[in-house]
C-alpha cells in the first residue's frame, strides 16, 4: 500500500517530527504505565507490516458476526481493506475509507483526538500514518446497526529485538 499523499496526512505527520524528537517515552515510572514495562518495545527494531497481507478466509469466517452483515469494516495491518469489508447497509451520504477520497470536512479534524488526548503512542503511529480510516456520516443521520470494525494483525517481516524477543 502507498501511503496517501493528502495534505492533512502529510502535516500530521509532519507535525509530530518535532514532538517525536523530544519526547520522553513513559516508564514503569510514571503512574499511568507502573504496571506496563515497555522497555522491549522501545529496544526492538520495529517495521510497518504489510497492508496487503493475505487474510485467511477461513479465521476472517471465524472472526465475523453474522450481525455485521452490511455494516463490516476490515483493517489488515492498520490499512482498510475494502475487499474484505461489507458495506451494503451504509446510509446514503456516508463515507467509509482512507483519506484520498474523504471528504474535506472530516479530513479537517485529521489528528485532533489523538494530539489532545493520545500520548506519545498517537505520535508514533501519526508520524508513520500510511493512510488513515475515515467514518463520516452525514449531520443528524443514525444507522439501524452498528457499524463493526474487525482488525486483523500480521507480522511484519524484517522485524528483531535487541533483547532476543518481541513485544
Known sequence: MNACSCPQLTELRRSCEPALASMRMPSTRNEEYRFTDISSLLSSSLALAPADAAVNEQLLEQLIFPEAAG?????????????LSDLSALLDGAYVGGCASAPAEALQQLGAQSNA?????AVINSSIAQDVLVIAFPANSSMSQPLYLLHISTA????????GGGP
Open 156 to 163: 511484519a517481516a524484517n522485524t528483531t529485538s535487541s533483547n
Open 71 to 83: 455494516s463490516r469494516v476490515v483493517l489488515v495491518n492498520g490499512a482498510f481493506r475494502p475487499e
Open 117 to 121: 488526548r493520545g500520548g506519545p503512542f
